[in-house]
């Protein structure tokens, strides 16, 4: 299938910094890439999803300017979490889909996630 | 909200099939039924999907009910490394609509 890679898979950071989170589709295009995020023991949850060369669009309760979403070429999406604090930590995880048209397309695949940890 | 029901847990012996159910009595005609699984700290991993007809890849088979209200993932030899969270999903094959992912079946397979 194909291959989304998504970078740093870990990070820990200091209360109060920036993080990006980067995901690229190695072998497709991807109009369309989402962001989830999973707390412990719990279901991914979609928090936005962003389509190319315009503004994301985020679910009810996700902070766009918390959450900034760039999705500037078919092959990369960024997520930066702005200001992080302690109850950010969570796995975040990027995903994209192949828009291939054809019998058994339209599929979505996921990046390896992002653990981040705010101290 | 999702539109599956699986059951919370199973299991199931190495080198045996694994059959995992979910229900979806809603599911409407343009929508397909999705299986991904994540395995632990790990992304979603796409398994297969179907409409009607039964379908088959190199991981696993995938039977939908006629009605098309219910459908089984079967893993055919279960392994240790297929212990994992297995995710039914329902969805419009085109057009933008996310995945929208419920809790899903802790599958553990016991040696």
């Known amino acids: 299938g194909a291959v989304v890679s998504q970078h740093p898979s870990r990070v820990i950071c200091k209360s109060g910094t920036s993080v990006k989170i980067e995901c690229r589709s190695l072998d497709f295009q991807a109009t369309t890439m989402f962001w989830y995020r999973q707390f412990p023991k719990q279901s991914l949850m979609l928090m936005a999803t962003s389509n190319e060369g315009s503004k994301a669009t985020y679910e009810q309760g996700v902070e766009k300017d918390k959450f900034l979403i760039n999705h500037a070429s078919l092959t990369l999406s960024t997520l930066t979490v702005t200001s992080a604090h302690p109850e950010d930590s969570s796995f975040y995880i990027c995903s994209a889909r192949d828009r291939t048209v054809g019998d058994a397309k339209n599929i979505q695949y996921f990046g390896a996630g992002t653990r981040l940890s705010v101290l | 909200d999702a539109k599956t029901t699986q059951p919370p847990s199973m299991d199931c012996a190495e080198g045996r099939a694994a059959n995992l159910p979910c229900n979806h009595s809603?599911?409407?005609?343009?929508?397909?039924v999705y299986w991904y699984r994540q395995i632990h700290s790990q992304g979603p991993q796409y398994i297969i999907h179907g409409l009607k007809n039964n379908e088959t890849n190199e991981m696993a088979s995938l039977i939908i009910t006629e009605d098309r209200k219910s459908s089984t993932l079967i893993l055919p030899h279960a392994t240790l490394r297929d212990t994992a969270v297995y995710y039914c999903?329902?969805?419009?094959?085109?057009?933008?609509?996310?995945?929208?992912f419920g809790k899903g079946t802790r599958l553990s397979v016991i040696a």
């Open positions: 809603t599911i409407s005609g343009n929508e397909y």
């Open positions: 999903i329902v969805r419009p094959r085109t057009g933008n609509t996310p995945l929208v």
